[in-house]
């Protein structure tokens, strides 16, 4: 094996493992091996001695192999890589290690979870599929189902390996597989644990957002046929140390953020919180956000499912106050006082006291005092002793820890008693536990130090359970072997848990009234050092306060500061006595079962007096107790292991770190089962897997009868040691490396015959080239001579031909050219002129009409399209202002009928209107006193302007009539005025013509803006006409688009109701049962659907006058304490009017919640009547103008005290024999003759009366049949042609028909609205008939069939034998041609047959294609050439019946194009970019897996490369139609059903054949 070229691993320390390759042969006397590396550096690696190999790689077979064990060396670096391709080329995040699934977090969303995923994986066998955590939880719930014997599925990993959500889609998977029989709701209650759990158990760290800080064991019970009947929930070490702590980049628990982000709802506005900054128990860890979560809708998901879980309103109101507390408790400021600051005190007015205080209804002062003393009892006396600061501030966090923690067992003990199991029906359970792995960091306390406990007990659990599987193996197999040794951690859990081990000391130095964490530590170096040195206990050198302790998986330091008080969890019991008289009865209830239970409290209360001895029980000793408990439980159990890796730690999707990975490898125990593999026969074959691999290197006969045979005889000449394989009963099993040795041997063996073939067929082909060429040339040479004296003599015979020919030849040819071109171009021209005239004229007469046409047409499709709109406007419109108008009635006519309303309207009313009286009388006196002054300022500018004008009127008069005196006579003053006054007149006027421009400017620009307006409002219009012609245009296309959705959501919500309403008569029935077992008889719950009135809610002591609500805190607290049942809570919502109506409104909510999601379709309906009239006939309600017709015969009359009796004997109790013997559609017919004949004598009432009857008796009988085919099919019919005969004789038909169809005058749409739903319930049902029927045997039918030789499947540690009723194609078309011959029998229409086969080949193709994904034995070229077999077979039988339509076709393409995928080549850049265009009903994601799952069969064929696996995904990444991220198809789809319009051919009673053995003579023809 340690030859030139032989593959190896080298240590690295990067990478862990980096692979190498021999250069020479390795000798034993050497001490260096030369190794080359993958970038082609050479190293010499040392080797002291042949146990100092590197250890050898995997051949390339073993490439990605879903079992690590099925490797041929089972090493760490061979796992580490396997894991590593798996994950990072091919996307597979979960691979088997034996019986153990390592799951690696990919840190992205896979589509790997859906219900279609749920569906494959139920019911088959790990060996079959791929890996996958629903295999594990299939395989479990199989076994229990199979043995009755319990199973626990064990869960480990670090934080943020995904541990959690692991367990919980595995609980998904029980919910799914165990609630699909019986509709109950207790599946929906085991899924709804988790958003509480998650709530107050989860927290950031710096590792994982969501990271889960407690353990938790689920015990799941199941009925005997396998329901889930109820479930239990057991949990271990919760972090309380968060609550006060936390770590930077950390959160507390999620509940507190939570809950101050939804600090706006009323309901929170009294527990007075703010944002999560301003408490110091939610802001030590910085950022409290977490990317993409919405902490105020992650409330509402976790009050939800306490509703789920019958958690009342109040009850969670009531715990928000109690964690509303603890984050006011964490604010409390305790400051230091005196000379040492050995006392301290809390402020009387600390607000943060008093809202804790009143949240939890207790005393403040009180709590003050207590917060800061403690009491002492010295010699009989009692003494009260001040605490310091720092005591102080702890005891508050102890208070906080402790009131957190009575509240998280509180809701674990609610959650329980609401999933108890009935134990009349218990069987047996599966236990989910999801707990905490092996934990090691730079500074380990007294939570690492359990945790690690745990874990060393889980694995020694862990590695007996492997050892005992492999030993029950041998002896299977009938082998003879020696006892496998592996290590035990025995000695581990002995120093820990043993005598005088480290839990003992500590309890010990806990019980001491002065210990300390130093003597305690003391005391272990001198029991596990001194004297017998205790191999897994060691001293650190540099530390004498802490101590290092070997694991199974790593050796930890662990700090011993911290470990005695968390240890005692030392709660102060005068604060529990303070908490314990609280006014809430929740809150009391919290510590008094603290005090009655204080043995199970994961703490000790402390007191001045010497406390019980229950109180003194530890957290370490509990611990102990607890995790003793469960591994009774697992030990009883059948276990199944689940080991969760972290990739990495920045949270990077597929990025895969070496080095983190084998960290955890080596914790988690995934290396100790290979260790114990590898100790024995780690590889197994079976005898024909081994024939078929290697029978070239077998000698003599390879004859396939005896296989067993000749491998026992061939064996020992290839491996000569015969200690290294063993021969089983069934099985060939090898030591590690002997698999890798046959591989090197048969590809030895392969190339020498190669080399040898290669040769012969060389030399032959070279002879006989040499043969052919000398054979050809002679030949050649032979008739080229004669060929070219031929030629020479020819040529001179033609070129004396030539030359007469030549001459007489062109001379006729230039003729007849000239003649011919001369007669064309005339002929042409005619032609041609006389076509475009006409062409001309034609087409001014076609664009003339054109015109005319399209304006008329324009115009009215405008008007139609406008009216349309505008009335589907206006009743959309309509309907929300109605509904606005009734929401603002409903709360008008609430706030009516409060007297508190009006009183708080009214309060300080008066007050108010003195005080408006006063301001109004202030203003008035105010504006009185501004319009005096107004009007005086008013009259003074009054005045002045008159004096101004009258004195330049005088001036201007004496100016005229002055006669002018001599200059000399004129005074200088009198000159100044003038000029003064001229001057002051020029200024006036310049102003007034600047006022008089700037007006003119301000008209003109106004101008020009209001017609820049008009021209902008013109194009706005157009434009806007434009959009809502476009947008009509789109709205009607949507419309359309939308009629076709609304169809098939319409079709499932009937499949939903109907199912729903056999959810309701399962409740009523077992309701009745459970009250004839009670002994008392309860009133029918359908009487709760009758509408209830105000009389009969009110009690006869009940008036306006006389108030009998009660206080608010009475109401606060009623019913907060522990649950009781539903008698003790109706009993209590008796004593309150008010409680007793909410209680029967929401019985009637409950009841009819899904009934009204169908009655809500009737808006839509409505509009698209309005928009599509032709989509949605309506019928006419009135009959008032309808003309009576006039009584017809050939009908059939029907009393009315025998309609009962009709449908009992015609349609309810009707004989299977007899109703096939019908005659197509006979029911239907009667029934319409007879509700034909009670309308045409006028009495409209029987004519209803009886449709109703009819159509209530045939859903009875679909009812009653829902296994039957053939009956469905029958109904089917008959409900059809019921309802085509009431639609051609509807009143609307008068105007169609008016002589051969009489219209019936009774109203129809109830009648045919109830028929059209019936018939799509019918067919629903006629499909679901087959899709079960069909299930469980599409897939092994189209994928297996008959067994290829040498396809090898993962050995299964529970071997099956082959069926001899394997289910092949036969039976799926024998099953096929049950419903064809059903529905062919019913004449039903050929449109329909196609639509039910459409939805069959979907169902029958999806279900082959999705295991097809998820069985890696059937990928391979053989198996497909047998899956395109069956696939043709399927469309020979569909094309001979003329059923395979398109959308047959369409449906099974990608089954088609999966197989083709298997088939063609996939090596070249060619092949690829062919995939990818044929390919084009696949996505990216099903290409590559399928790619990956593809197993070579033969010789000649090899796995697909990675290379060509990233070119593939690299095309798909450039092709613009990518397909949308999937991995499996939807089984369930659901294709929507159209009934096709026909006109049933005219009935008449004389020509009904109706059999005697109806017992229909009663019925008389007319």
Same mark, same amino acid.
């Given at each position: *094996?340690?030859?030139?070229?032989?593959?190896?691993?080298?240590?690295?320390?990067?990478?862990?493992?980096?692979?190498?390759?021999?250069?020479?042969?390795?000798?034993?006397?050497?001490?260096?091996?030369?190794?080359?590396?993958?970038?082609?550096?050479?190293?010499?690696?040392?080797?002291?001695?042949?146990?100092?190999?590197?250890?050898?790689?995997?051949?390339?077979?073993?490439?990605?192999?879903?079992?690590?064990?099925?490797?041929?060396?089972?090493?760490?670096?061979?796992?580490?890589?396997?894991?590593?391709?798996?994950?990072?080329?091919?996307?597979?995040?979960?691979?088997?290690?034996?019986?153990?699934?390592?799951?690696?977090?990919?840190?992205?969303?896979?589509?790997?979870?859906?219900?279609?995923?749920?569906?494959?994986?139920?019911?088959?066998?790990?060996?079959?599929?791929?890996?996958?955590?629903?295999?594990?939880?299939?395989?479990?719930?199989?076994?229990?189902?199979?043995?009755?014997?319990?199973?626990?599925?064990?869960?480990?990993?670090?934080?943020?390996?995904?541990?959690?959500?692991?367990?919980?889609?595995? *609980?998904?998977?029980?919910?799914?597989?165990?609630?699909?029989?019986?509709?109950?709701?207790?599946?929906?209650?085991?899924?709804?644990?988790?958003?509480?759990?998650?709530?107050?158990?989860?927290?950031?760290?710096?590792?994982?957002?969501?990271?889960?800080?407690?353990?938790?064991?689920?015990?799941?019970?199941?009925?005997?046929?396998?329901?889930?009947?109820?479930?239990?929930?057991?949990?271990?070490?919760?972090?309380?140390?968060?609550?006060?702590?936390?770590?930077?980049?950390?959160?507390?628990?999620?509940?507190?953020?939570?809950?101050?982000?939804?600090?706006?709802?009323?309901?929170?506005?009294?527990?007075?919180?703010?944002?999560?900054?301003?408490?110091?128990?939610?802001?030590?860890?910085?950022?409290?956000?977490?990317?993409?979560?919405?902490?105020?809708?992650?409330?509402?998901?976790?009050?939800?499912?306490?509703?789920?879980?019958?958690?009342?309103?109040?009850?969670?109101?009531?715990?928000?106050?109690?964690?509303?507390?603890?984050?006011?408790?964490?604010?409390?400021?305790?400051?230091?006082?005196?000379?040492?600051? =050995?006392?301290?005190?809390?402020?009387?007015?600390?607000?943060?006291?008093?809202?804790?205080?009143?949240?939890?209804?207790?005393?403040?002062?009180?709590?003050?005092?207590?917060?800061?003393?403690?009491?002492?009892?010295?010699?009989?006396?009692?003494?009260?002793?001040?605490?310091?600061?720092?005591?102080?501030?702890?005891?508050?966090?102890?208070?906080?820890?402790?009131?957190?923690?009575?509240?998280?067992?509180?809701?674990?003990?609610?959650?329980?008693?609401?999933?108890?199991?009935?134990?009349?029906?218990?069987?047996?359970?599966?236990?989910?536990?999801?707990?905490?792995?092996?934990?090691?960091?730079?500074?380990?306390?007294?939570?690492?130090?359990?945790?690690?406990?745990?874990?060393?007990?889980?694995?020694?659990?862990?590695?007996?359970?492997?050892?005992?599987?492999?030993?029950?193996?041998?002896?299977?197999?009938?082998?003879?072997?020696?006892?496998?040794?592996?290590?035990?951690?025995?000695?581990?859990?002995?120093?820990?848990?043993?005598?005088?081990?480290?839990?003992?000391?500590?309890?010990?130095?806990?019980?001491?009234?002065?210990?300390?964490?130093?003597?305690?530590?003391?005391?272990?170096?001198?029991?596990?050092?001194?004297?017998?040195?205790?191999?897994?206990?060691?001293?650190?050198?540099?530390?004498?306060?802490?101590?290092?302790?070997?694991?199974?998986?790593? *050796?930890?330091?662990?700090?011993?500061?911290?470990?005695?008080?968390?240890?005692?969890?030392?709660?102060?019991?005068?604060?529990?006595?303070?908490?314990?008289?609280?006014?809430? =009865?929740?809150?009391?209830?919290?510590?008094?079962?603290?005090?009655?239970?204080?043995?199970?409290?994961?703490?000790?209360?402390?007191?001045?007096?010497?406390?019980?001895?229950?109180?003194?029980?530890?957290?370490?000793?509990?611990?102990?107790?607890?995790?003793?408990?469960?591994?009774?439980?697992?030990?009883?159990?059948?276990?199944?292991?689940?080991?969760?890796?972290?990739?990495?730690?920045?949270?990077?999707?597929?990025?895969?770190?070496?080095?983190?990975?084998?960290?955890?490898?080596?914790?988690?125990?995934?290396?100790?089962?290979?260790?114990?593999?590898?100790?024995?026969?780690?590889?197994?074959?079976?005898?024909?897997?081994?024939?078929?691999?290697?029978?070239?290197?077998?000698?003599?006969?390879?004859?396939?009868?005896?296989?067993?045979?000749?491998?026992?005889?061939?064996?020992?000449?290839?491996?000569?040691?015969?200690?290294?394989?063993?021969?089983?009963?069934?099985?060939?099993?090898?030591?590690?490396?002997?698999?890798?040795?046959?591989?090197?041997?048969?590809?030895?063996?392969?190339?020498?015959?190669?080399?040898?073939?290669?040769?012969?067929?060389?030399?032959?082909?070279?002879?006989?080239?040499?043969?052919?060429?000398?054979?050809?040339?002679?030949?050649?040479?032979?008739?080229?001579?004669?060929?070219?004296?031929?030629?020479?003599?020819?040529?001179?015979?033609?070129?004396?031909?030539?030359?007469?020919?030549?001459?007489?030849?062109?001379?006729?040819?230039?003729?007849?050219?000239?003649?011919?071109?001369?007669?064309?171009?005339?002929?042409?021209?005619?032609?041609?002129?006389?076509?475009?005239?006409?062409?001309?004229?034609?087409?001014?007469?076609?664009?003339?009409?054109?015109?005319?046409?399209?304006?008329?047409?324009?115009?009215?499709?405008?008007?139609?399209?406008?009216?349309?709109?505008?009335?589907?406007?206006?009743?959309?419109?309509?309907?929300?202002?109605?509904?606005?108008?009734?929401?603002?009635?409903?709360?008008?006519?609430?706030?009516?009928?409060?007297?508190?309303?009006?009183?708080?309207?009214?309060?300080?009313?008066?007050?108010?209107?003195?005080?408006?009286?006063?301001?109004?009388?202030?203003?008035?006196?105010?504006?009185?006193?501004?319009?005096?002054?107004?009007?005086?300022?008013? =009259?003074?500018?009054?005045?002045?302007?008159?004096?101004?004008?009258?004195?330049?009127?005088?001036?201007?008069?004496?100016?005229?009539?002055?006669?002018?005196?001599?200059?000399?006579?004129?005074?200088?003053?009198?000159?100044?005025?003038?000029?003064?006054?001229?001057?002051?007149?020029?200024?006036?006027?310049?102003?007034?013509?600047?006022?008089?421009?700037?007006?003119?400017?301000?008209?003109?620009?106004?101008?020009?803006?209001?017609?820049?307006?008009?021209?902008?409002?013109?194009?706005?219009?157009?434009?806007?006409?434009?959009?809502?012609?476009?947008?009509?245009?789109?709205?009607?296309?949507?419309?359309?688009?939308?009629?076709?959705?609304?169809?098939?959501?319409?079709?499932?919500?009937?499949?939903?109701?109907?199912?729903?309403?056999?959810?309701?008569?399962?409740?009523?029935?077992?309701?009745?049962?459970?009250?004839?077992?009670?002994?008392?008889?309860?009133?029918?719950?359908?009487?709760?659907?009758?509408?209830?009135?105000?009389?009969?809610?009110?009690?006869?002591?009940? !008036?306006?006058?006389?108030?009998?609500?009660?206080?608010?805190?009475?109401?606060?607290?009623?019913?907060?304490?522990?649950?009781?049942?539903?008698?003790?809570?109706?009993?209590?919502?008796?004593?309150?009017?008010?409680?007793?109506?909410?209680?029967?409104?929401?019985?009637?909510?409950?009841?009819?919640?899904?009934?009204?999601?169908?009655?809500?379709?009737?808006?839509?309906?409505?509009?698209?009547?309005?928009?599509?009239?032709?989509?949605?006939?309506?019928?006419?309600?009135?009959? !008032?103008?309808?003309?009576?017709?006039?009584?017809?015969?050939?009908?059939?009359?029907?009393?009315?005290?025998?309609?009962?009796?009709?449908?009992?004997?015609?349609?309810?109790?009707?004989?299977?024999?007899?109703?096939?013997?019908?005659?197509?559609?006979?029911?239907?017919?009667?029934?319409?003759?007879?509700?034909?004949?009670?309308?045409?004598?006028?009495?409209?009432?029987?004519?209803?009366?009886?449709?109703?009857?009819?159509?209530?008796?045939?859903?009875?009988?679909?009812?009653?049949?829902?296994?039957?085919?053939?009956?469905?099919?029958?109904?089917?019919?008959?409900?059809?042609?019921?309802?085509?005969?009431?639609?051609?004789?509807?009143?609307?038909?008068?105007?169609?028909?008016?002589?051969?169809?009489?219209?019936?005058?009774?109203?129809?749409?109830?009648?045919?609205?109830?028929?059209?739903?019936?018939?799509?319930?019918?067919?629903?049902?006629?499909?679901?008939?087959?899709?079960?029927?069909?299930?469980?045997?599409?897939?092994?039918?189209?994928?297996?069939?008959?067994?290829?030789?040498?396809?090898?499947?993962?050995?299964?540690?529970?071997?099956?034998?082959?069926?001899?009723?394997?289910?092949?194609?036969?039976?799926?078309?024998?099953?096929?041609?049950?419903?064809?011959?059903?529905?062919?029998?019913?004449?039903?229409?050929?449109?329909?047959?196609?639509?039910?086969?459409?939805?069959?080949?979907?169902?029958?193709?999806?279900?082959?294609?999705?295991?097809?994904?998820?069985?890696?034995?059937?990928?391979?070229?053989?198996?497909?050439?047998?899956?395109?077999?069956?696939?043709?077979?399927?469309?020979?039988?569909?094309?001979?019946?003329?059923?395979?339509?398109?959308?047959?076709?369409?449906?099974?393409?990608?089954?088609?194009?999966?197989?083709?995928?298997?088939?063609?080549?996939?090596?070249?850049?060619?092949?690829?970019?062919?995939?990818?265009?044929?390919?084009?009903?696949?996505?990216?994601?099903?290409?590559?897996?399928?790619?990956?799952?593809?197993?070579?069969?033969?010789?000649?064929?090899?796995?697909?490369?990675?290379?060509?696996?990233?070119?593939?995904?690299?095309?798909?990444?450039?092709?613009?139609?990518?397909?949308?991220?999937?991995?499996?198809?939807?089984?369930?789809?659901?294709?929507?059903?159209?009934?096709?319009?026909?006109?049933?051919?005219?009935?008449?009673?004389?020509?009904?054949?109706?059999?005697?053995?109806?017992?229909?003579?009663?019925?008389?023809?007319?």
């Amino acid at each position: *094996m340690t030859c030139q070229g032989a593959s190896v691993w080298i240590p690295d320390p990067d990478a862990v493992w980096v692979p190498a390759q021999l250069l020479q042969d390795y000798t034993c006397d050497e001490k260096h091996v030369l190794l080359q590396l993958p970038g082609g550096e050479e190293v010499r690696y040392p080797v002291a001695a042949p146990s100092d190999l590197p250890p050898l790689a995997n051949p390339d077979i073993s490439e990605g192999e879903s079992d690590l064990t099925a490797l041929s060396f089972l090493h760490e670096p061979a796992i580490l890589h396997n894991l590593r391709v798996r994950f990072v080329d091919y996307n597979s995040i979960y691979t088997y290690c034996g019986i153990v699934l390592v799951a690696i977090n990919p840190y992205d969303q896979l589509p790997i979870y859906g219900e279609e995923v749920i569906d494959a994986y139920s019911g088959q066998d790990m060996a079959d599929m791929e890996p996958h955590i629903f295999s594990v939880a299939e395989n479990a719930y199989r076994t229990m189902m199979r043995e009755e014997k319990n199973q626990s599925i064990i869960i480990s990993g670090e934080s943020g390996s995904g541990k959690t959500v692991s367990a919980k889609f595995t *609980m998904r998977f029980f919910a799914v597989v165990g609630g699909a029989a019986q509709q109950t709701s207790v599946e929906e209650k085991v899924l709804a644990s988790n958003p509480i759990m998650e709530a107050i158990g989860n927290a950031k760290t710096t590792r994982n957002d969501n990271s889960s800080r407690f353990g938790k064991y689920i015990q799941i019970s199941f009925g005997r046929k396998g329901d889930i009947i109820g479930a239990n929930m057991s949990t271990y070490l919760l972090e309380k140390s968060r609550v006060v702590f936390q770590a930077p980049a950390e959160r507390n628990y999620h509940i507190f953020y939570q809950l101050c982000a939804s600090r706006q709802l009323p309901e929170m506005r009294s527990l007075k919180l703010a944002t999560p900054e301003h408490f110091r128990y939610t802001t030590q860890g910085g950022d409290a956000n977490i990317p993409c979560t919405d902490d105020a809708m992650e409330l509402e998901r976790t009050r939800s499912a306490f509703t789920i879980l019958g958690v009342l309103p109040d009850q969670q109101i009531e715990l928000f106050r109690i964690l509303a507390a603890v984050l006011h408790l964490g604010n409390v400021n305790i400051q230091a006082s005196g000379r040492s600051s =050995e006392r301290s005190y809390i402020d009387a007015d600390d607000v943060s006291l008093a809202i804790f205080s009143k949240l939890l209804g207790v005393e403040a002062a009180l709590m003050a005092h207590w917060l800061c003393h403690r009491k002492l009892l010295l010699g009989g006396e009692t003494l009260v002793k001040p605490m310091s600061g720092q005591q102080a501030l702890d005891a508050r966090d102890a208070l906080a820890k402790h009131v957190y923690e009575q509240m998280f067992k509180w809701t674990v003990h609610r959650l329980n008693v609401t999933l108890r199991s009935q134990s009349s029906r218990a069987g047996s359970f599966i236990g989910v536990l999801d707990i905490y792995g092996f934990e090691t960091f730079e500074r380990n306390s007294f939570e690492q130090f359990c945790i690690n406990y745990a874990n060393e007990k889980l694995q020694q659990q862990f590695n007996r359970h492997v050892f005992h599987l492999e030993q029950e193996e041998y002896e299977r197999e009938e082998l003879t072997w020696s006892r496998i040794e592996f290590s035990d951690n025995q000695q581990c859990i002995l120093l820990i848990e043993g005598p005088l081990g480290l839990l003992d000391l500590l309890d010990e130095e806990c019980r001491m009234p002065k210990g300390t964490d130093e003597s305690w530590v003391l005391k272990l170096y001198g029991q596990h050092l001194t004297g017998r040195a205790h191999p897994h206990f060691r001293k650190p050198r540099m530390s004498n306060s802490a101590f290092v302790l070997l694991h199974f998986a790593d *050796m930890v330091q662990y700090e011993c500061g911290g470990f005695l008080d968390k240890n005692r969890d030392t709660v102060f019991e005068e604060l529990v006595n303070i908490l314990k008289a609280s006014q809430s =009865e929740l809150v009391a209830e919290l510590f008094q079962q603290h005090g009655s239970k204080a043995s199970v409290a994961n703490g000790s209360v402390r007191s001045g007096r010497r406390a019980h001895r229950e109180h003194k029980l530890t957290v370490g000793f509990q611990f102990r107790q607890s995790l003793q408990l469960l591994m009774d439980t697992l030990s009883s159990t059948t276990p199944h292991y689940v080991r969760c890796i972290k990739p990495n730690d920045l949270k990077e999707p597929f990025m895969f770190d070496p080095k983190r990975a084998v960290q955890q490898l080596r914790a988690c125990g995934v290396l100790e089962t290979i260790r114990i593999s590898a100790a024995g026969f780690p590889s197994r074959w079976t005898y024909e897997e081994f024939f078929f691999r290697y029978h070239v290197l077998l000698r003599g006969s390879q004859c396939c009868e005896d296989v067993q045979l000749v491998c026992r005889h061939a064996l020992p000449q290839l491996i000569p040691d015969r200690d290294q394989y063993v021969f089983g009963r069934t099985k060939v099993f090898f030591r590690a490396g002997q698999v890798a040795l046959l591989e090197r041997l048969r590809a030895e063996r392969l190339r020498a015959a190669a080399v040898v073939l290669q040769s012969l067929v060389r030399g032959w082909l070279a002879r006989i080239h040499y043969t052919r060429t000398l054979r050809a040339t002679v030949t050649l040479q032979r008739h080229c001579r004669g060929a070219l004296a031929r030629r020479l003599a020819w040529t001179l015979r033609y070129c004396k031909a030539a030359l007469v020919i030549q001459k007489t030849y062109r001379m006729l040819v230039a003729r007849n050219w000239f003649l011919l071109i001369r007669q064309a171009a005339i002929t042409i021209q005619a032609f041609i002129r006389g076509t475009l005239t006409r062409r001309n004229y034609r087409l001014l007469v076609a664009n003339r009409a054109a015109s005319l046409l399209q304006a008329r047409v324009r115009g009215w499709l405008a008007r139609r399209a406008f009216i349309r709109f505008r009335a589907a406007v206006v009743f959309a419109q309509c309907c929300v202002r109605r509904k606005a108008a009734r929401r603002e009635l409903l709360k008008l006519k609430t706030e009516a009928r409060s007297v508190e309303k009006y009183q708080e309207l009214n309060k300080g009313m008066e007050v108010k209107l003195m005080q408006l009286q006063i301001k109004a009388d202030q203003e008035a006196r105010e504006s009185a006193a501004l319009k005096e002054c107004l009007r005086a300022e008013r =009259e003074a500018a009054a005045i002045e302007l008159s004096t101004l004008k009258a004195t330049i009127q005088k001036l201007e008069e004496h100016q005229k009539h002055l006669i002018v005196p001599p200059v000399s006579t004129i005074s200088e003053e009198a000159e100044q005025e003038m000029k003064r006054a001229d001057k002051k007149a020029a200024q006036e006027l310049l102003q007034l013509t600047q006022e008089v421009e700037a007006l003119q400017r301000e008209k003109i620009s106004l101008s020009t803006e209001r017609e820049r307006l008009t021209a902008c409002l013109l194009q706005q219009e157009e434009a806007q006409e434009a959009l809502v012609r476009q947008a009509v245009s789109q709205a009607t296309e949507a419309m359309r688009v939308q009629l076709d959705e609304e169809r098939r959501k319409h079709q499932g919500l009937l499949r939903e109701f109907t199912r729903l309403e056999q959810r309701y008569d399962n409740l009523r029935e077992m309701s009745q049962l459970t009250q004839d077992m009670k002994g008392y008889r309860r009133t029918d719950s359908t009487q709760s659907l009758e509408p209830l009135s105000p009389q009969s809610l009110t009690p006869p002591s009940f !008036s306006p006058s006389t108030s009998t609500f009660p206080s608010p805190e009475e109401v606060r607290r009623v019913s907060v304490t522990s649950p009781t049942t539903e008698a003790e809570v109706s009993m209590q919502s008796l004593a309150s009017p008010m409680v007793l109506l909410e209680a029967r409104e929401l019985e009637c909510v409950r009841l009819r919640k899904e009934l009204n999601d169908l009655r809500n379709t009737v808006p839509l309906r409505r509009l698209l009547t309005q928009v599509f009239p032709s989509a949605f006939p309506t019928e006419n309600s009135s009959s !008032s103008n309808q003309h009576k017709a006039a009584p017809t015969t050939g009908l059939l009359e029907c009393r009315r005290r025998d309609e009962n009796k009709l449908m009992k004997n015609l349609i309810t109790d009707i004989r299977t024999d007899i109703a096939m013997s019908l005659p197509p559609g006979l029911p239907a017919s009667v029934v319409f003759l007879c509700v034909r004949q009670a309308d045409c004598r006028g009495d409209q009432t029987s004519a209803y009366s009886l449709c109703r009857v009819a159509v209530t008796a045939m859903k009875t009988a679909l009812r009653k049949h829902t296994n039957d085919l053939s009956m469905t099919a029958l109904w089917l019919k008959n409900i059809s042609l019921l309802h085509d005969l009431l639609s051609q004789h509807a009143p609307k038909q008068l105007t169609t028909h008016p002589e051969e169809v009489v219209p019936l005058t009774f109203n129809l749409s109830d009648s045919l609205h109830a028929l059209s739903e019936l018939r799509i319930l019918a067919y629903q049902q006629l499909i679901s008939i087959t899709e079960t029927r069909l299930q469980n045997i599409t897939s092994a039918a189209l994928l297996e069939g008959e067994d290829i030789p040498g396809s090898r499947k993962r050995a299964s540690s529970d071997p099956r034998t082959a069926r001899a009723d394997a289910p092949t194609v036969a039976s799926v078309l024998r099953e096929l041609g049950v419903l064809h011959v059903a529905m062919s029998h019913q004449a039903l229409r050929p449109q329909l047959l196609e639509r039910a086969f459409q939805q069959l080949t979907y169902f029958i193709s999806a279900s082959a294609f999705n295991s097809l994904l998820l069985r890696k034995d059937v990928c391979c070229c053989s198996r497909a050439i047998l899956i395109r077999l069956n696939v043709s077979q399927l469309e020979e039988w569909l094309r001979s019946r003329g059923l395979l339509t398109e959308g047959a076709v369409a449906a099974m393409e990608p089954l088609i194009q999966a197989v083709q995928l298997l088939q063609v080549g996939k090596k070249s850049e060619k092949d690829a970019q062919t995939l990818v265009q044929t390919c084009t009903a696949l996505s990216s994601q099903q290409i590559v897996k399928i790619l990956s799952n593809y197993s070579p069969h033969g010789d000649l064929d090899e796995r697909v490369s990675l290379n060509f696996i990233r070119l593939v995904q690299g095309l798909f990444k450039d092709r613009a139609d990518a397909q949308p991220r999937q991995h499996l198809l939807d089984v369930k789809r659901v294709f929507p059903v159209t009934f096709p319009d026909a006109t049933p051919p005219a009935i008449r009673a004389d020509k009904l054949v109706i059999p005697d053995s109806l017992k229909l003579s009663f019925l008389r023809r007319v």
